[in-house]
């Protein structure tokens, strides 16, 4: 979901991409404690993997850990750090942002055992919700509605375009509960100080008045529509990137339809999608005799599905090393394009239109329709 994507070559900075799904152990430099139920975890990446973690503003890593009962947990966590610039090394830290998720088995870990100086494993960047600055035209006004912890990836965003571009202009409309629960407030602060010409933010609390600005409450379809003339020209703008819960980026996004916005200038990355918001699709039956062959990695192999299960599943009882992370539809990062037979998805929020339309599915929510399915993850 990216207004560019760059090739393996460019994101490495070598015509080697880094291996899909491949973890390394990675040391956690610094916990810094940004809100009451939030931290940003800072990692050390060593010389000799910097290529592998050269990342495109926007990215995702996705990090693992095995729990003391055997089980393994996987969670992705946007990149707050801005990009490295894409002639010079990779970048030597990573940072991203953790809130705590009641109930949440990695986030819980990461708030209450994780430590400077302890080793997580680290799956390469992934993603599509990102920018190239290089192909930003001159003069571009990019804009961004995000709520909670979907400030991280657009933080790199707007960090690494006006980095690069000093031509671009940037308008963050950012929602929270209260200013003490807002992730980043020093950071984006920051943005504002270093660049005041150029760096418009726009605050909204859900649940507390502030001295001044806008009046509090949520930033429903209703109120977008009547805020986002007032605040610039919605109609000049060069891109939209839309981060946060999913009732949040649904709204914003009928509000910019209705407004003229073109779908193509919209990019969206959905956080904490809720069932009950957003129902699964019935899976389709799995035939009975059913295959899937994959590649993955330059490997190919093929495999009998069983008992209904997604291809990502069918996948991984053979190649360990798939790629996923959510397995909710969510993070994108079991994306494939199918190259023989027909599948169907039971739920889609990280691929956009353009994609589906090219044949691209997510694994973990995608079963065979047809006997035979064959899917590229290398594409």
């Known amino acids: 979901m990216a207004a560019s994507t760059p090739s393996p070559a460019s994101a490495t900075g070598s015509a080697r991409p880094p291996r899909h799904g491949a973890f390394h152990r990675l040391t956690v430099s610094a916990v810094d404690r940004l809100t009451d139920d939030s931290v940003a975890l800072t990692l050390a990446v ?13 990215q995702h890593l996705t990090l693992r850990r095995t729990t003391p009962e055997g ?64 192909a930003a035209p001159a003069g571009g006004h990019y804009a961004a509605i995000v709520g909670g912890s979907g400030i991280t990836p657009v933080l790199s965003i707007a960090a690494t375009l006006l980095a690069a571009r000093p031509d671009a202009r940037f308008c963050l409309v950012r929602t929270d509960r209260t200013q003490a629960s807002t992730m980043f407030l020093e950071e984006v602060a920051d943005l504002k100080d270093r660049y005041p010409d150029r760096f418009q933010l726009v605050t909204v609390l859900s649940r507390e008045e502030q001295e001044a600005g806008l009046p509090s409450g949520r ?21 939209w990137y839309l981060c946060g819960p999913y009732g949040l980026v649904v709204s914003a996004e009928r509000a910019l339809a209705t407004l003229g916005v073109g779908r193509g200038r919209v990019h969206e990355e959905v956080f904490h999608v809720e069932d009950a918001a957003a129902p699964a699709r019935a899976a389709a039956a799995a035939p009975v005799h059913g295959r899937v062959t994959a ?41 494939a394009f199918v190259v023989k037979g027909e599948v169907r998805m039971d739920r889609n929020f990280a691929l956009e239109a353009e994609e589906t339309d090219a044949g691209f599915v997510l694994a973990c929510q995608s079963h065979a329709v047809t006997e035979e399915v064959e899917i590229d993850f290398d594409r």
């Open 46 to 58: 060593p010389e000799g993997l910097r290529a592998d973690y050269r990342h495109a503003a926007g």
């Open 219 to 239: 930033l429903d379809e209703e109120r977008l529509k009547g805020l986002l003339p007032a605040l610039l020209p919605v109609a000049d703008v060069t891109g």
């Open 71 to 134: 089980a393994e947990v996987r969670r992705t966590y946007s990149i707050c750090s801005p990009a490295p610039d894409p002639a010079g090394p990779g970048p030597e830290r990573l940072q991203v942002g953790v809130r705590l998720v009641e109930g949440g088995e990695f986030s819980t870990f990461a708030h209450k055992e994780v430590a400077a100086g302890d080793a997580l494993d680290v799956m390469v960047p992934a993603g599509r919700f990102v920018i190239d600055p290089a």
């Open 295 to 335: 590649r993955l990695d330059g490997r190919s192999g093929t495999w009998p599905v069983q008992g209904g299960e997604s291809l990502l599943d069918t996948v991984l009882r053979n190649r360990a090393d798939a790629p996923y992370a959510c397995k909710g539809g969510v993070c994108g990062t079991c994306r």
